[in-house]
Structure formats: C-alpha cells, structure tokens
C-alpha cells in the first residue's frame, strides 16, 4: 500500500470555482483581440445565419503544442462559440467534409510519426519535436459551394500552431497562406458574401497578400485564447465587447524586413550559431530607426469606437517624469477601452539611440461615448539611460528626450522636451565576462531632428544617486556550530537559521537536493513526472523529507494556465495507473483496469497565451488571472509554476513566440511582474520566469550558442527579466537549454550570480530547464550537438541550484567535484559554492512550507 496522497478530486462534476475561472478567463480574452481591420461590418447588427469556413473553426487552436499546452475539461471550438450565442451556421457540409480531409491529413502524419519513431528508436512523441503536424491546406470552397450557401456574412479562420523545438518557416501553410486560403476567400467575396477573416495564430504571419484582396470587411487577429476561446471571438464579433487589444509586435510586409531575417534559425543553414547582428535593433526599434515601414506598427489596434488622447501635464517628479492624460470616448455608440502608450526619443550621443522606445502604458477603464478619464503615468528617470558597453555603465547622454504620447508607436505626439545638461552615470557594474567582443552589429545612421512639444524641461538628475554594483567574488564557507539535528520546523520556529541547517548537511545530501527528480514511476512518461500530483513536470529532491522535514517542491508548466493530467486512475493502493493524457496531449486509453480503481480529475482554466497576454496590455486583468492561477495552485498542491515564458519576439518564426509576450522587454517585464504579483499573493506559491535567456530560437534548441553583444543582452534580453526581478521578485528563474557566447546559460556566472543576484537583488532560487546536464542524445532528435552538454559542478559554480530533472551522474558529479577537486567542463567548485546553493532552495522550500 503506498502512503502517497493525491490532492485531486474524486469527484468531476464541476465546481463554481471553475466556472468562475472560466468565467474570467473569457473575460481577459476579450481584451486579448486586436482588430486590425474593419469598414464598419463589425459588430454584427443581429445573430442570424452564418457560415464558417478554414480549418480553425472546428479545430480552434487554443494555445501551443508542448509543454506550454494546457490540458482542460473541454474547449468550445468557434462553430460552438457562434452556435452558443444563437447563430445559425449554414455551411456544415463544407465543415464536415473539411473535418474528413483533416482527418486524413493527421492519420497519415501519425503513421509517418510511428515509422520515423522506430528508424530513430525513439518513442514518436518525440520525433513530433523536430517534426510537429503542420497546419493542411484547407478543403477548396467552390463557387458552387458559395453560391449554396444561404449565409450572406461568412467568417473564415485560419489558424497555424507551432511549440517546442521546432522554428516557423517561411513558407506557404506557416507563415505566408496557402493558395487555398486565398483562393477561398476570394471565391466567397466574388460569391457576394461580407467576409471576415480570423485568425486563430500563435505568431505573426505575412498578411500582405490577404491585405491586397479588395472586399474583406474586417480581419480579427483572435491569438489562441484558451478553452473559452470561441465564446470570447464571439463576444467580440456580435459587439458584446469591444476591441482593445494592441499589437505586441510589429508586423512587417515581407519576412524580410526583419534584421535577424536572413540568418535566423535553419534559414542560413546554421543552427549551431546564431548572431544576433541586430543588436538593439529588435522589432520597432529597428523599423522606426531604418524607415522601414511596417504593415501594422507595434501597439496598433482598432476599436468599435474612436478615442482622443489629450496630455495635459508632463513633469519632473523627483526620480519619475510624470505624464497626466485625458482620454476621452468620441465615439457616439460604443463603450470601450484605449491604451495609452508613452514612449521615448533619446538624444544621438556616443551610444547609439533607436528612434523611441516604450517607456509606460496603461489601459483605461471601459469608457461611454463622451466619457473622459484621467490618467496618471510616470516612468522612472533611470529609462533616460543606455548601456555604455565601453565604461561598462548605465549613462545618461546630455542632451533633448522626446516624450512622445499616443494609442500607437506609429501616431504619436511630442509632449514634451527633457533637457539633460551634461552626460551623467547612473549605475557602474562590470560587463559580463563572457560577453562576445567581436560582435558585429549594425548601427542607425538616423539623425536626431529638433521636435516642438508642449512641455520643456530641464531635467535635475542630481535626484538620483549613482550606484556601483558591489559583486559577489565567492561565497563563504558554512561551519556546524549547533549540536542538535536541525529540522525545517526549528527554521520555520525561528530557532535556528537555514544556514545553521546548511552547516549540518552532509556532501551527499546537498548533492542529492540540488538535483531535482522526475518521478518515472510505471506508467508516467516524460513530462508527467511528479507522482502525487501527475502531469506536474517534476520535483525537487525528497532527501531531506524523513531526517529534516523538508519537503519536495511540485513544479509544472505554464504558461497558458496550470499544465496537470485532466483525469487518472489509481489502484486500490494508490499505484497510479497507465493511461490518460500523454506529454503531447493525446489521451490513451485506460486498459485493464483493476477492481477498486479510483479515478482522479485536475481540471485546471486554459487561459490565452502569453503573446495574446501582453496584446491585451492590462496589466491588472493579468494580475488578477494570476491570482485565479495561484488558486489553482493551491487546489493541486503546485508550488512553482514554471511560468512566466518572457523571451523576446526577436524573430516571427521562433516556435515559442506564443508563450513569450512581446518583441518589446518593457511590455514583456511588465506582463510577467503583474502575473508573478498575481500567483505570490498566494503565500507559498512561486512563478519561474523562464528561459533565461536569449532562448529565441527554437531549431537544435539543447545546442545552438547565441552571440550577443552586452548592451543588446542587457537592453532587450535581459530587460524583462530585471523588471520582473526588480518589481515582483518571482520566486524562481529558469536558465535556458541554449548556449549564450559559447558558455551554456545554465553555467553562467555572470548571468546567474553578477547579473539576477548581485545587479538586480534576485533573492530565489534558480532552476535549469529540463535535462540540461543530461545526456540525452534521444532528446536532442536530429541535432548532432556541437557543444558538450552543461556541466553539473558549473551548474554550482554558477548558482544554478536545481539541475531538473537531473540523474544520478549529476549526483555523483557534484560529489567528486567537491570532495576530489575534479574540474568538469572548466568549472571546479567548494563546499561552499554547494552551501551557497542549498542555501537558496531551503530558502525557497521554508516560503512554501510556512
Ligand atoms: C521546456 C520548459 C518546461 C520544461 C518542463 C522544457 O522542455 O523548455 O519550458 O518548463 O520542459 O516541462
């Protein structure tokens, strides 16, 4: 009889505290909808006949494949959400014979998936890594087929998924439409119906071609919104709300036009190396500073009303300049919400400036036709500064900031002038060793032009006091001076400290409890680790479980929403048994089941992905939807919920834009300091905000090595993640799979110590991403690495705490290296280095524990 205790329900009816999750969920959906074109067809003027065309209608993508996939009760597909809402769909013939077609499609895939599994003897949900079932062209619609269809509105949705381990391409059915989409949405304008074209993505596409198609009445970007997803397209089309969602990305004519275009990913060839020659020059900053001209500007988005955005005050407030707008409804029919973004020109001085950058935001409340509200904004006088790669500090250059106010980054106003007199130092820190010297980035020949504004400032930075980072050079060595057995509850009863613990533990016991495990119990897979509560992706170590009373951590995935198994069995005794879903969201049958089998449910809320998050830039929706994840948190005993994802967008095509926020770190710092406000009010519960860093690439994904220069790292890379550090203090960072200047992230010093810890005051615990120190040649598919895997004494060199889900080699790794002195990879590490990361996950598991 096993001792272990489910957290689940035995019951699956369901509860008012998933409807209402439900409920809310929907509710940050509508929001998430960018309206990117409409000439006035949307609302609909009344819920009558409808057809529905592509393949996203039925199979509505509700968020990526993968890890970030999230496993729930039921999800209402598009037909359902118009059905629901009391239309009629006209065309279920064309749907069903679509259905058949895709059917087709995917049972051909899964042969092919079967037979490559066996040439590469490995199960095929992993060949599915490299290889993920691509979006079919859809079934032609016919003239015939149109001049049936009784309907006279027609909705046509595409949709592309994409996730782990595999990049986007540039081709026909990813990026750009297949000829049958096109084609059929053309042959539904020449058939006389109003069109309206959906689309059900993950990451930006070309729209160019569907734009110069003359009759489309109005293009939605949907995003994936989670199980609710039907429900809240339609809550937007019928006009019950009204669009506010922006663009969180610039949206280029042509693939081209990104900088990173050329080398990105597979598309040079080169998988190994990628350079990220761009430099800061990612997304609009690269846009606006080259006069390149985007096919739809970051911020963007159209409402059912219109707005005016009045500044009515902009000044210098100790060590903020604070911006005072009026926003006012002009719109006579409809209710809705703006975004007013503010955003910064600095001067060309020695460093070189993009155009403007954002530097606040915020979204008004749902304002009547003729209601105005006041806004109060403020940024801190510390945005003014840029990285001076050659002093190695944050500087201040002398000379005019614009303020620049708007609802896009295309159409804003100059405000206001902010006068600095001469070049000023606000923080001295050291550049990170292993920063690439060589890199070659390109630079903006743009020459600053003198704006008129409103407000002229000469600004008083004699506020700010310059801070020079003090860095930690190496740890301390902890010395038992406590004769009793220290136990989690003396910590937790403020009789001795964690470190007293620490001193006590043996080499072998922190070795043991800085790897982490993923509890392959018979009939749990890969990513469905954590026994008690199955689905989670792994544990921390329960060594310490029986002498001390430390418990092991439950951590899953995110980030769009709590990713557990929906439904399993047990025996009589508790032995959990096969079946349910997969890691790849396939459900298997449960065979031969015992007698006196219990069944177990974990439905957790989907909520929209990452990307569609930060289009909604509310940051108090999201703060809100992050408490409702903290309480399912707490519901399934999970402790850390390995989410936030926040790299950047630098190019469309990496396969995990949609868990990621935006190609902008200030919208992406933002979004995931309010989500880890929203889960940590919950006391015990953490985030992890993942994958730190630069993992923006998604092709060889275990072994590419980014190269980027140091103010790149530290303007965009690294930006979210400091202000999510700074501002919400999440309780874990997850180190990424790739490599970063030749040194693997997870190994990383300068990244983990000098910069999360000593920069920015990271006081948690930091974790690698799953098998990072593993061989597993199964796991990397058909990348060949070029680079040794990380090393497990680096790991501790580096204050990467937990190794997840590590083996025994980490174990006995981390042994030797203390114990004999071996260097492993290049690192050799002391008692110390292994105290000083015991240290952080007691730290953590006491939060828990309280
Ligand atoms: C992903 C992480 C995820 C982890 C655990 C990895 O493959 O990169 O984002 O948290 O698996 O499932």
Redesign the pocket.
């Known amino acids: 009889m096993r001792d272990t205790i489910f957290y689940a329900s035995k019951d699956e009816k369901i509860t008012p505290q998933e409807i209402a999750h439900a409920d809310l969920a929907r509710k940050l959906a509508g929001e998430c909808m960018v309206l990117l074109e409409n000439d006035g067809v949307l609302p609909l003027k009344s819920r009558g006949e409808i057809a529905l065309y592509g393949n996203g209608v039925r199979k509505t993508i509700q968020g990526g494949t993968?890890?970030?996939s999230v496993n729930t009760r039921s999800i209402t597909n598009i037909e359902k959400g118009f059905e629901e809402a009391g239309f009629t769909v006209t065309n279920k013939a064309w749907l069903d014979a679509n259905d058949e077609h895709y059917k087709k499609m995917q049972e051909a895939y899964q042969e092919w998936l079967e037979e490559e599994g066996k040439r590469r003897n490995v199960p095929p949900f992993l060949v599915s890594f490299d290889h993920p079932f691509s979006e079919p062209a859809p079934y032609t619609i016919s003239k015939e087929e149109v001049a049936g269809c009784k309907a006279k509105i027609a909705v046509y949705v595409i949709s592309r998924n994409s996730g782990?381990?595999k990049d986007r391409e540039d081709r026909e059915g990813d990026y750009l439409f297949y000829p049958e989409e096109l084609d059929g949405i053309r042959n539904l304008i020449a058939g006389g119906k109003k069109l309206i074209v959906v689309l059900n993505i993950g990451g930006v596409m070309q729209l160019t071609e569907l734009k110069k198609i003359i009759g489309i009445n109005a293009i939605v970007l949907m995003n994936q919104l989670g199980n609710l997803g039907g429900n809240a397209l339609v809550d937007l089309i019928s006009g019950a709300v009204t669009p506010s969602g922006k663009l969180a990305d610039t949206w280029a004519v042509e693939y081209k036009d990104y900088p990173s275009s050329a080398t990105f990913s597979h598309n040079n060839g080169n998988v190994d190396e990628e350079y990220y020659q761009e430099g800061i020059y990612v997304g609009y900053r690269y846009f606006d500073s080259f006069g390149v001209t985007p096919l739809y500007p970051f911020g963007y988005g159209l409402s059912y009303t219109s707005f005016d955005i009045k500044p009515i005050k902009v000044e210098q407030k100790s060590e903020f300049i604070a911006v005072s707008v009026k926003v006012r409804n002009t719109g006579d029919y409809y209710t809705g919400k703006e975004v007013v973004q503010i955003y910064l020109s600095k001067p060309q001085g020695q460093m070189d400036m993009p155009y403007q950058e954002l530097v606040a935001f915020q979204k008004t409340g749902e304002l009547r036709p003729g209601e105005e509200e006041s806004i109060d904004l403020e940024f801190p006088l510390e945005l003014l500064a840029g990285y001076d790669t050659d002093s190695a500090a944050y500087l201040v250059e002398a000379g005019d900031y614009i303020v620049r106010v708007g609802a896009d980054s295309a159409s804003t106003q100059a405000a206001a002038v902010l006068t600095v007199k001469s070049r000023t130092m606000l923080k001295q820190c050291e550049n990170m060793a292993f920063a690439d010297e060589k890199q070659e980035e390109i630079k903006s020949v743009r020459k600053a032009v003198k704006e008129e504004a409103l407000w002229k400032i000469q600004l008083d930075l004699s506020k700010i006091t310059p801070i020079t980072v003090s860095y930690t050079r190496e740890h301390a060595q902890l010395v038992n001076t406590v004769k009793d057995q220290i136990t989690m509850r003396d910590v937790l009863d403020g009789k001795y400290t964690i470190k007293e613990m620490v001193a006590q533990l043996s080499i072998r016991e922190m070795a043991e409890l800085c790897v982490g495990t993923e509890r392959r119990e018979e009939g749990s897979i890969v990513?469905s680790a954590s026994y008690c509560v199955p689905g989670a992706?792994?544990d921390t170590s329960s060594v310490l479980k029986e002498t001390r009373g430390v418990k092991n951590m439950i951590?899953a995935?995110?980030p769009a929403g709590l990713?557990l198994q929906r439904h399993f069995k047990t025996d009589k005794d508790g032995n959990i048994l096969p079946g349910g879903e997969g890691f790849d969201g396939t459900y298997m049958p449960f065979k031969d089941v015992p007698e006196g089998a219990v069944d177990y449910y974990q439905y957790c809320t989907a909520i929209p992905i990452g990307w569609a998050l930060a289009q909604s830039w509310n940051t108090q929706l999201v703060e809100e939807i992050g408490n409702m994840i903290g309480q399912e948190m707490e519901q399934f005993h999970v402790d850390l919920w390995?989410?936030p994802?926040m790299n950047i967008h630098r190019n469309p095509l990496c396969g995990?834009n949609f868990?990621y926020y935006s190609e902008d770190p200030f919208l992406t710092g933002k979004m995931a300091a309010a989500m880890t406000r929203g889960v940590q009010k919950h006391p015990g519960k953490g985030t992890?905000i993942?994958?730190f860093a630069a993992?923006n690439q998604e092709d060889n994904?275990y072994g590419t090595n980014a190269h980027v220069g140091e103010r790149a790292l530290r303007e965009i890379y690294l930006k979210g993640f400091e202000i999510a550090v700074r501002e919400s203090k999440p309780m874990s960072i997850?180190t990424s799979?790739n490599l970063l200047n030749a040194t693997h992230t997870a190994n990383s010093y300068d990244l983990i110590q000098k910069m999360a810890r000593d920069e920015w005051g990271f006081k948690g615990v930091v974790m690698t991403?799953?098998?990072t120190s593993v061989d597993m040649p199964m796991l990397t598919g058909k990348y060949a690495s070029k680079y040794p895997i990380s090393s497990s004494a680096g790991c501790i060199y580096a204050g990467n705490d937990i190794q997840?889900p590590g083996c025994k080699k980490n174990v006995d790794d981390i042994i030797d290296a203390v114990e004999k002195g071996t260097e492993q990879g290049g690192y050799t590490i002391t008692l110390a280095d292994l105290q000083f990361c015991t240290e952080n996950i007691l730290r953590i598991v006491a939060e828990t524990m309280k």
């Open positions: 993968g890890s970030g782990e381990g990513g992706a792994g951590l995935d995110g990713r390995l989410a994802a995990r868990e992890t993942k994958h993992n994904r997850m799979y991403d799953w098998y997840m």
